[in-house]
Each structure stands twice: as C-alpha cells, then as structure tokens.
C-alpha cells in the first residue's frame, strides 16, 4: 500500500477483508452494520476508495419510485383537469373559451381538452365542448396513482403490466419534469475489492499515528516534527461554494462600455421619459412620420407634456423643419411644426435623443460621445421583440469629420466590440444622417449580419442645436451579438427572472469566454 | 418600410440587360434595397425597400428606372414632359374643383394614360404601388388617395370632369364590386373601404364626389370607386388616374410617378390640367425645382478629392436630368442640379451629395481612421453602479436584469402598496407592461416565484432606473427619475438581521453609516422592517421581512427578506431629484 488508509476507509474496507471470500460482493446497505459507519460516512468512505481504485463497483438493479409533483397535490385537491372538464359538461355542452376560463394557465385547458378528445369522452360540435362518454381509464388510473404516491412512495416495477405501460405513455407525452407525477430512478449497487489493489489485512493496521488536520496546536507546540500527514484523498467531489454572479447581459453591455471608453468615448445618461422634442424633432424626424404614430411610442398618462420647453431651442427646430431659412437653406418637410407635439412626453424610444441634447448643451470639439441606453418600443413582445432593450449610439464631433473617417469608425467599432474583421457597408436611410450607412459584418458563426447604422447627421440636426462641425453618429444593435454568446434565441431570456435560465446564461457565457481569443493588434 | 413583391422576368424586362438573382445585393445598393427572398421555381421576389423617402422606388418600373440610371426605355421617352409645358394655362380646365372642397378635401389632379396593356404583372403592381403610396406616403389616404379608372370600362369616361360636393344622403351611386345603388352614408357605414377611410370625410355635412361630364359618379374620394366605369382589368388599354389630398406637391409627386411607370409599361401619358378657386395643378409635369450644391461640398463631405466633372458625370448617370457649374473660382461656386421629375426627396445639398457617394458604391472609398484624440469616460451614474454590483458580488448575490416596464398589480397590490405616484403608459400595448416600474422589489419576488427549483439559498441583487410622480410647488406632479438598488435573500433562515449585515456593509462602500428606526411598510412584516432616513426626513432605504401574505401572492413558499435603497438620495446624485430631464453632460 503506498499510502496509508484514513480511518473512515479502514473501517469501511475491513468487512471485505475479513469476509472468508474477499472476492465476494457487498452491497451499500449492507455496508453499514457491517463497518458501524453512518450511511453518510459509508457513501463518503466508498467514495474515496472508488477513486483510489481499492475497489469495483457493481449495478444490482434500479426501481422507479412515483412522486406527486406540486401540481400532482394541488390535483389531488382541485380534481384532475380532465375531471374538472368533464364535471363542467355534465350539465351540458359549453364554449371551448368557458372551459378554457376554468384554468389560470389556457394551455392546461387545451392539453387536457385534447386528452378527453382522442379518448372518446369528448367531442366538439360548432364551437361547443360536448360530453361523450366516461372519464378514460387512464385518468381513473392516473388519479389512484397519484393517492397511492401521496401517501406512501410507489415502485413502478411492482404495478401490474397495463398499468406500468399507461403510465410511461402518459411520461412520454408530459415529459419528464412535467404534469402531476414524477418518476425518480433509484440504484441499488454492490461493490468487492478490485483483485489490482492486493489488499491485505495487514493494509488495515494504522501504522503508527499519522497526522490529521493542521491546527494552530500543531504548529505552536511543533508536534508536526518527524510526523508523517495522512493523505486526503484529492480527487474526491469537494462541496460546491456559495457564489454570487454579476448579470452575463450587463457584463456584455460593460464589455461594450469599456471598448469605447478605451476608444475615448464619453458616456452620456438621461432620463427615461424624453419629450419629443429631443426624441424626435431635434433630430429632423417629420412630426408627421409613422415612427411617430401612438402605435409606435409609449405616451405618458400624467404629466402628458414637458415643462421645460422654454429651455429648448424649439424655434431653430420649427424653423428648419418648417423649411423657413434660417438657420441654413433646407427645403425643410413642408408642413407645419406644431410645439405642443413637440412637448409630449413618452419613454424614450432611441438612444440618439441624449445625443440631440449633448449637442444642444455645447459639446467639446474634437469630442466622442457614447450612450448605452435602455429604450422602450411598441410591439406585441415575442421571442424576437422586447418592450425594453438597450442600445449602443455615440457621436463623433471633429473638424474634419466625414464620410471616410465614418467608414474607418465603423470598423473600428465593428473590430472592437464584435469583434469582427471582414464588414460590407450598405447606403441606409435615415431622417437624420445624410449620407447613411448600414453596417454588414460577418460573423464567424452567424453569417452576415446587421451590426448597426451610422451616417453624417443632417445639418438641418446640427446647426439648430448650434453645431458648426460636421457630426458622425453611430448606433449599434448589440441584443443580437449578446443573445448568440449568451446562447439564447429568445430575447426575453436577457431580462428573465428564471434563475436557472440565468444560471444557463451565466454557463454558455463561461463556455464562449474559452473559445473567444481577443482580436490581433490593429493595423497602423 | 415597404416591402415589394414581383416577378423577376417582369423586373428585367424593364432594364436593358437582364440581372440574375446573384446579381441582385449588390445592385440594390442603389436604391437602398435589400434582396429578402426569391422562390426559383415561380421567379417571384421581394425586396426591402428601406428609402422610406423615395416614393419613386416603391415600384418595379421605379427600381429599374434607378437601375438604368433615369434614362426612359427605348421608344418610350417621359415626352409627356413637353406636353406639360407646352400646355396652356389659361385654358378650359380637364377638371373642376369646387372650392367648397377646401373644408374637406382640396386638391385633386390627374392624367390619362393610353394606348398600352398592363398584363397580369403590371396591373398587380400598378394596385401595389397605388396602396402603397395611399398607405405609406399619403398616410393611410388622410393625405394623399389614389384612384385608377377604366377609360373605356363598363361606360366611357366623358371630360371634363368635376369635383364638388353633395349631400350624403340623397346622393346614390353603385361601389365597386357591387350592383344596386346606395347613398354615401350607407356606403361609408357598411362597405369595408367606407369602414376604414369613411371617417376622412364623414364629419363633413357634404362628401367630395367625382363625376363625369354625363353627371355619372365616377367615386367618392378617397374612399372608394363607382362601378360606373367599373374596375381596371390587365387588358385595359386606356386608363384615368386621379390623386386626392391636402398637398398639392404630394399630389404631383404621385401623378408623377405613376405616369413614370406608365409610361415604362407602353403607354401614351396625356397631362389634365384641374382648376379650383386660385390655384390650377397640370400632371404629370416637371416641377423644375433644383438644389444648389456649394463646390466644396462633396468633397468635404466624403474626407477626399473629387473631380467636379466626375460630380456631374456620375449623377448624370443616376438620373438627374441637368447639372450647371455655377460661378466657377467665386466664393459662391457650386453646382445647379435639378432634381428629376419623379422625385421629391432632395431637402438639402447633402442629399445630392449622398447620391454622388451611392453611385460611386461606397465599397470603392477607403475608410480612414479617426486621429483626434479625446478623453473617454464612464457616466457617473455608472461608476457608483459598478461599485454597487461589486460589493454585491463580493457578498456573494447573483445580479438580476428586469424590465423597467411592468403590470400595475406587480408594484401596487402585490406589495400592498399604492399606485398613486405611479408613472403611467397613456397607450400600453399590453397590461403586462402598462407602468414604469418604482421599485425593483417586484422584480426580484418575480424572480423568486419563479425559482422554487432552483437550489438554495437564493442571494438576488438588482441596481437599476425606475420612476415615480412626485409633487411639484405649482400643485401639479412631476417625473422623478429614480435610481436604486435593491437586494432579496430567500432561504430557511432568511431574516432581517442578515440584509441589515449586507446594507450596512454596502453603505460602508460609500462611506455612509446605517441608523435604522422602526417602520410600518409593506411589503415588511410590521415590526420586523427598518427604514434608513435623510437629513430632510426623506426615506433613502428601508429592510425587512417579506410578509407572508406577501410570499403568499407571489407563490413563495420560503422565509424571505429585502432592502432596496435610493441610490440617488444617498448620494445626492446630480439630476437626480425633481428637475425631470437631465440630459448627458458634455
């Protein structure tokens, strides 16, 4: 033996070596009487043997045992769905929508509906619900199941045949975590020492005594001196520890902060309410244009309009929209700027509306400006819409900015924060910039794809702000780029509160950090 | 942004050498097209079309008129053009316009277009471009409507024409598609055109209606046609177009480009001339208007060189019918470009600017690189954020991200709280995201409802904006936009005493120190719940137990505890307070 045993693995290993047959198997129950070890000791103990190689392990058999889930007690209590369904039509035929109103959760109604359907006990005629027959066997037989496992834990393998196969049918259609019974296998194990070992009894002699834990004793009084340590056995499972995690989606988002930061951007922050002065018509957006369609903002009840309006430049606005002169020739969109619009309030619905107040308030030229901002939109919310998603914009203000100096920004961007290296630029359109871009990249995994706009703002933007220098602004759609390393495809996900979908973000975002190496160094 | 739909041969028998699909990304580049799909088996197409500016390009005929650089197919030349300008003002009008119609809808004009077949293909697109100029330009037809008429339908079109105004409900006429005569007000209360666009004009105590010279109801604008010529067929050779609206700009723009795309399809397109109370409007014809583009422009705009005779060269050649060098070495010089017919987008010399750089193709520029130097920086908002979200992690709490807007019983009644200060969407899309949220409690006892099977202790930690009304001295309510942190523990032994631990600590963070007295707050137990307070008396945290009742609403079925702390108050952040915008600080 090259290492001495620990006292928990002598005493577990002494019954097979004093047995008269040492080859013969021993099962873990039986271990505990045998080695006077508690059954928490016994599994510890047979752990660090299994993985010192002193013994083999063996599978005798396994038996399912039957739990009622939460939703298996709350039935037992409430009735079955079906039962539920079938008590409704006792007194006759009724809507699908009323028996679809007896359940909170709809989809528990159309499951249960469908059951009763393929076995016979229901039809439906002209929208109505109809009985049809008895309750399925299979609901009968599910219900005393479900008595039986709540007072006692069943063996699957001791019910009869029919019954064992109506239940796995039903497994199978529930899954596996889901519907009212949960099916938990148990394993029963033997285990005898491996012949490669060479085990003898003599192995089970202490050998003198070795030393344990290091205590401040020890080290104080020297007793550790000429002393041999008991080995621990260091491949053994170690307890997980608690810890905590910061959020994977605002760990991109900080990513993407530190990445223009470094690239001398200044971040801008703002309220989330903006009137549509700053939202829209300082960005030239027409007060007529769909964008600005009650179906396409959130408005706000009380207070409906912005107080301040006395601070804004909303002349120079309605001048330049109205196309009248001054402050530079536009033709402007011919129509009439009404300032009360331009007052209402709503949740702000894109990042650039702190970019139009920057402007406004005397920006230093040259001078980079970033925003990571949360904005709201007006969409039925899906796998591929949210109500609230955040967006990266920024502004580049310098003497000599221009349509080139935007190309080589793009990539810039598109290098740093995707991390990409081949882009395809696209002519865009926007109602502020001119000219636009649309920014292509390729990502190495999912193809081409939109990484973001961009283009010189309009003068009919910069100048009534009292912006002399040409403007280059930028947004960016980084949902997409934090979705494929979060390894979501539903955009819900980013703000859920499941914990273990985020535990499945914080995963994937481990995973992806090993195969991101960080892009080469930037040409000169 | 619209999407069009066609079918390629269609598309390629308007353009002197055919394009294949391949071909396809690369060339709409020049209209700001985007290739979406394209079935081989049936050669149907669609494509984006993200110019929400460019009415001209929401059509086959307009893509490929782009494509082929503004330059009219062989044998069919835009001569209407002429005839427009050579036609005589001061003539007997095509026409009439009472000037009631000023009230209701003032401005009508149109053309004939004949002696050409439009074919299955054509006349679907001539519907699509037709719906989507009333929808999208014409803004649901409230500012411009569209009609197409069989010249020699069911019954000849006779000139001149007339629209004036008549009452609703003697007046009868037979709608499209239909056979017995009914008044206007049945047709706008019970035909589906007269559901959704009837209420353009119904407030009205007479309707605008176009008639013939015979007297015959041609339509009831912009709402539907009559039966009376009945409806366009793909072998209709003569056919009237008319548009309706508040603009009379707008309304050329559309005759304008529907003569276009006539005229690309074989037809013989002859301008009308219509006349109201001091103002007359001939359409097709050329508005003649051109933008002056300063000489230094295009290269100041692009960052390079350019050559002024490769300017005008290559807008030439993406149909700008002329281009004039104006008063070349002075100050003033620049270039005089008139803007083609079918097109109304050009606000500004830039937009010229923005054409030279689309049809050079930007892939032929080469991006530089930006050299000036500036300082970047984090907002301060997100500095103390990240200390904040640090000494969580530290105390080993997992961070939550929430949606900041959320169902109103989530922050009132399933905290036991009231709604009063909330800020409220006037338009919600839906309940579940009906308010913004005040506190970010709500999100974390969500997040708890939802985890029972995940393992415990659950250590949950969320920093983040929210919003609430707060009194202004005028009487009114204002926003105040709130910045906080808030924190939640839930396991066997969650209580109090551990959360006053973590706040206390986190408050050293910021060298602040905890005094927590009593407080009677929901969703607290009373008397398990503390509150931390402002020089001005003002609440800046508060920490407790969750009481059951509370666990109960949200299905949780384990001890927990919380705090939440206005991150703003604490630190007397700048913006933060009663002054309801605060923009990014240059």
Redesign the interface.
């Known amino acids: 033996m090259s290492q001495p045993l620990h006292p928990v693995e002598r005493a577990l290993l002494r019954p097979f070596l004093t047995r008269e047959d040492p080859g013969s198997f021993l099962s873990s129950d039986d271990l505990g009487p045998m080695s006077g070890l508690s059954p928490a000791q016994v599994q510890m103990g047979l752990e660090m043997v299994k993985s010192r190689g002193l013994i083999e392990e063996r599978l005798d058999r396994e038996e399912t045992l039957l739990r009622p889930t939460d939703q298996g007690i709350a039935a037992l209590d409430e009735g079955l769905p079906e039962e539920i369904i079938m008590e409704a039509l006792a007194a006759g035929p009724r809507p699908m929508s009323d028996l679809r109103g007896l359940f909170p959760d709809p989809s528990v109604a159309s499951k249960a509906m469908g059951a009763l359907k393929d076995a016979g006990s229901l039809k439906v005629e002209g929208g109505q619900a109809v009985r049809a027959g008895d309750l399925p066997p299979g609901v009968l037989l599910l219900k005393k199941l479900l008595k039986m496992s709540a007072e006692a834990p069943v063996v699957l393998e001791s019910l009869p045949k029919e019954e064992q196969e109506l239940l796995s049918q039903y497994q199978r259609r529930r899954g596996k975590e889901k519907g009212l019974i949960r099916l938990d296998v148990r394993s029963f194990r033997s285990y005898r020492l491996s012949p490669e070992a060479g085990l003898t009894p003599s192995d089970l002699e202490s050998g003198g005594e070795l030393l344990g834990n290091v205590t401040p004793e020890m080290l104080q009084s020297r007793s550790w001196e000429g002393g041999t340590f008991r080995p621990f056995s260091v491949g053994a499972d170690a307890p997980p520890p608690l810890q905590g995690h910061l959020h994977p989606y605002r760990e991109f988002l900080e990513e993407v902060r530190g990445h223009l930061v470094r690239l001398g951007f200044a971040e801008m922050t703002g309220s989330l309410v903006e009137p549509e002065f700053w939202n829209m018509d300082a960005l030239f957006i027409p007060q007529t244009h769909p964008a600005r369609n009650i179906h396409d903002i959130y408005l706000i009840s009380e207070p409906r309009l912005a107080t301040d309006s006395h601070e804004w430049p909303m002349e120079a606005v309605a001048r330049t929209h109205e196309g009248r002169e001054a402050p530079l020739p536009t033709r402007g969109w011919r129509q009439g700027f009404d300032p009360e619009q331009a007052k209402r309030l709503l949740m702000r619905s894109q990042g650039t509306a702190l970019s139009s107040r920057t402007l406004s308030k005397k920006p230093s030229v040259p001078g980079k400006y970033f925003a990571i901002a949360r904005c709201f939109r007006h969409d039925q919310v899906d796998a591929t819409h949210a109500v609230d998603f955040f967006q990266a914009e920024g502004i580049v203000l310098e003497e000599d900015a221009s349509f080139v100096t935007l190309l080589g920004l793009l990539a810039l961007l598109a290098r740093e924060i995707a991390g990409v290296d081949q882009v395809h630029y696209k002519p865009a359109y926007f109602p502020f910039t001119e000219p636009s871009v649309e920014l292509h990249a390729h990502h190495p995994e999912l193809g081409w794809m939109e990484l973001g706009g961009a283009g010189l703002f309009r003068p009919e933007v910069t100048r009534p702000l009292g912006v002399e220098v040409p403007v280059i602004a930028w947004g960016m759609g980084i949902d997409r780029m934090a979705m494929f390393r979060l390894g979501l495809s539903d955009i819900r996900d980013l703000f859920t509160g499941d914990l273990s979908v985020l535990s499945g973000m914080i995963r994937a975002e481990e995973r992806s950090w090993a195969h991101t190496s960080p892009p080469a160094d930037l040409p000169r | 942004m619209p999407t069009l739909e066609g079918h390629l041969d269609d598309l390629n028998s308007l353009l002197p050498a055919p394009l294949s699909p391949e071909d396809m990304n690369q060339v709409l580049?020049?209209v700001?097209g985007?290739w979406k799909h394209f079935d081989p088996a049936t050669r149907r197409f669609k494509i984006e079309l993200?110019?929400?500016?460019?009415p001209d390009l929401w059509s086959v005929e307009g893509i490929a008129r782009q494509l082929r650089g503004g330059i009219p197919l062989p044998g069919r030349p835009y001569s209407f053009l002429d005839r427009a300008a050579k036609r005589e003002r001061g003539t007997a009008p095509d026409i009439s316009v009472d000037p009631g119609l000023s009230r209701v809808r003032p401005f009508l004009g149109g053309f004939r277009a004949t002696g050409g077949t439009l074919g299955e293909e054509g006349l679907a697109g001539l519907i699509g471009t037709q719906e989507r100029l009333s929808e999208?330009f014409g803004?649901k037809r409230a500012?411009l409507a569209i009609g197409v008429y069989p010249l020699k339908g069911r019954k000849e079109i006779s000139f001149p024409l007339s629209f004036r105004l008549l009452d609703p409900d003697t007046t009868r006429f037979v709608p499209l598609g239909e056979d017995a005569p009914r008044s206007l007000r049945e047709v706008v209360a019970t035909h589906p055109k007269g559901i959704a666009y009837g209420p353009l004009i119904s407030s009205h105590s007479s309707w605008p209606v176009l008639a013939d010279a015979q007297g015959e109801i041609l339509s009831l604008p912009p709402v539907i046609n009559s039966q009376t010529s009945g409806a366009v067929v793909p072998d209709d050779r003569d056919l009237f177009v008319e548009a309706t609206g508040n603009?009379p700009?707008r309304i050329l723009l559309a005759l304008n480009i529907l003569a276009a795309n006539l005229s690309d399809r074989g037809f013989h397109v002859e301008p009308l001339l219509s006349k109201g109370e001091g103002w007359d409007l001939l359409a097709p014809a050329s508005p003649g208007l051109s933008v002056?583009v300063p000489a230094g422009l295009p290269a100041?705009?692009?960052?390079?060189k350019t050559d002024p005779l490769d300017f005008i060269e290559v807008l030439l050649g993406f149909g700008y019918p002329a281009i004039s060098r104006k008063g070349e070495g002075a100050s003033e010089a620049g270039f005089e470009v008139l803007q083609p017919f079918y097109r109304d987008d050009?606000?500004?010399?830039?937009?010229v600017?923005?054409d030279y750089?689309?049809a050079r193709g930007?892939?032929s520029?080469?991006?530089?690189?930006?050299r000036?130097?500036?300082?970047?920086?984090?907002?301060p908002?997100?500095k103390v954020e990240?200390r904040i979200?640090t000494a969580?992690?530290?105390?080993?709490?997992?961070?939550?991200?929430?949606?900041?807007?959320t169902g109103e019983p989530a922050v009132t009644t399933r905290l036991g709280r009231s709604g009063d200060f909330l800020?409220?969407?006037?338009?919600?899309?839906?309940l579940?995201?009906a308010v913004?949220r005040p506190t970010l409690l709500s999100?974390?006892l969500?997040?708890?409802?939802?985890?029972a099977?995940?393992p415990y202790?659950?250590?949950?930690f969320e920093v983040g904006?929210a919003?609430e009304?707060s009194p202004l001295p005028s009487g009114?309510?204002?926003?105040k936009?709130l910045h906080l942190a808030a924190a939640l523990v839930s396991h066997p032994q969650a209580g109090i005493s551990e959360l006053q631990g973590v706040l206390e600590a986190l408050l050293a963070r910021f060298d602040q120190r905890l005094v927590l007295e009593p407080a009677d707050l929901p969703p607290y137990i009373p008397g398990r719940c503390g509150v931390l307070r402002g020089p001005r008396g003002e609440r800046i945290a508060a920490v407790g137990e969750i009481h059951p009742a509370t666990l109960d609403l949200w299905g949780i079925r384990m001890p927990t505890a919380a705090f939440e702390i206005d991150v703003g108050a604490l630190l007397a952040e700048e913006?933060h307070g009663d002054?309801?915008?605060?923009?990014?600080?240059?």
């Open positions: 580049d020049r700001k985007e993200n110019d929400t500016n460019r999208l803004r500012d603009d700009q002056f100041r705009v692009l960052g390079a050009l606000l500004g010399a830039v937009d600017v923005e750089l689309v930007f892939a520029f080469a991006p530089v690189m930006p000036a130097f500036t300082a970047g920086s984090p907002a908002k997100i990240n979200r969580f992690l530290a105390m080993g709490f997992t961070e939550l991200l929430s949606n900041i807007l800020v409220r969407i006037d338009n919600p899309a839906s579940h995201y913004v999100g974390l969500a997040a708890e409802s939802r985890s099977r995940h202790p659950h250590r949950l904006e919003m009304l009114d309510r204002g926003l936009d913006g002054s309801p915008h605060s923009g990014g600080d240059p």
